[in-house]
């Protein structure tokens, strides 16, 4: 599986960004997915989570109210939308498909990862 993660780019403290993940086979639409993300010098941390089906989600506290992470399986593609971002929330962005069905929270329960998109914002 091959995942290709786009929309990433720079804005000002307050805008809006959309992060688009494509799966390269429908692999991916059995399996939870979920965005990480990691800011230099830091560990890379969850930031949300979608079951296989979309009817569970999970986020990251800081990102609660203002990240919403969806799916369209019939386009093998998951989505953040993040809004009122906050220069926080600079980071490279990944993508990436969970060994399970369910939401995961842990990156060791991921097992194919995307190349990343680096989000900047500006205060």
């Known amino acids: 599986v091959q995942l290709q993660a786009s929309g990433g780019g720079s804005v000002q403290a307050g805008g809006s960004l959309r992060l688009s993940c494509a799966a390269s086979k429908r692999t991916g639409s059995n399996n939870g997915m979920g965005w990480f993300r990691q800011a230099p010098g830091k560990e890379r941390e969850f930031v949300a989570g979608?079951?296989?089906?979309?009817?569970?989600?999970m986020y990251e506290d800081s990102v609660k109210g203002r990240f919403t992470i969806s799916r369209d399986n019939a386009k093998n593609t998951v989505y953040l939308q993040m809004n009122r971002l906050k220069s926080e929330d600079t980071a490279v962005y990944y993508c990436?498909?969970?060994?399970?069905?369910?939401?995961?929270?842990?990156?060791?329960?991921?097992?194919?990862w995307g190349q990343g998109t680096l989000v900047t914002v500006s205060s």
């Open positions: 979608i079951s296989w089906n979309g009817g569970s989600t």
């Open positions: 990436a498909v969970g060994r399970g069905a369910a939401v995961a929270l842990r990156k060791e329960l991921y097992n194919y």
